[in-house]
């Protein structure tokens, strides 16, 4: 029982290189988001997706893009890496957007370090 | 706004002795709470939710949390610290939508 499958674990960018970040889940979730983790700030929300076709920006967009790629795939696109970027991202998945008591899943996340 | 507050940044125990992280949370309505634990390099695991069927809800690994809306409070206890519960533990809040707000984090040490 995979869950939620996030590649890679570990990368290291260069300023002004670009990159994505894949994720996948086996739980036939309809809902999926990306967030990143800096210390002492918790989990902040990046960009999510309530279902297949459907994406919107979270708290702390800019310099990201997403594509829902089919149900089971969201992928998480740095444009052009800025050190500000160097955080660890972690993906996640939900039965369904919204309602009461709607628990995240999460991967592993990828450690991303940008010089 | 629903926000949400973890009193403590680090809480350091002796295993067998008791844990108490402390969340306080705002909210204009009832809300969903969850807490989640992370150890290192791992991703968030949940422990245990509240969805205002019980105020007193249990989780994996013997935790437990209650929910005081009189005090706006789901502080997660257990009785018994183990070292692997060494981890950072988050409360998270739920509006009715797609968001979760997390807390800051309390990092629990288990001293042997």
């Known amino acids: 029982n995979a869950g939620v499958t996030q590649t890679p674990k570990f990368q290291v960018l260069k300023t002004g290189q670009s990159m994505t970040l894949q994720c996948a889940q086996d739980?036939?979730?309809?809902?999926m988001y990306w967030y990143r983790q800096d210390p002492g700030m918790g989990l902040r929300l990046i960009y999510y997706?309530?279902?297949?076709?459907?994406?919107d920006k979270g708290e702390v967009p800019n310099g990201y893009n997403v594509s829902r790629l089919n149900k089971r795939e969201f992928s998480l696109r740095l444009e052009s890496a800025a050190p500000s970027q160097t955080s660890v991202y972690f993906c996640?998945?939900?039965?369904?957007?919204?309602?009461?008591?709607?628990?995240?899943?999460f991967g592993d996340g990828t450690r991303l370090s940008i010089l | 706004a629903q926000s949400v507050t973890q009193l403590d940044s680090h809480v350091s125990v002796s295993e067998g002795t008791p844990v108490l992280l402390r969340c306080n949370y705002s909210?204009?309505?009832?809300?969903?709470l969850f807490w989640y634990v992370q150890h290192p390099n791992k991703g968030l695991q949940l422990l245990l939710k509240?969805?205002?069927?019980?105020?007193l809800v249990k989780g994996i690994n013997g935790f437990e949390a209650e929910f005081k809306k009189s005090e706006t409070s789901f502080h997660l206890t257990k009785p018994s610290a183990h070292m692997s519960d060494a981890a950072e533990y988050f409360c998270?809040?739920?509006?009715?939508?797609?968001?979760?707000?997390f807390g800051s984090g309390t990092r629990l040490l288990v001293r042997p």
């Open positions: 996640a998945s939900s039965g369904r957007t919204g309602g009461e008591g709607q628990p995240q899943h």
């Open positions: 739980m036939n979730h309809n809902s």
């Open positions: 997706s309530a279902s297949e076709g459907t994406t």
């Open positions: 909210s204009s309505y009832s809300p969903s």
């Open positions: 509240y969805t205002s069927a019980a105020t």
């Open positions: 998270v809040v739920s509006p009715a939508s797609y968001k979760l707000i």
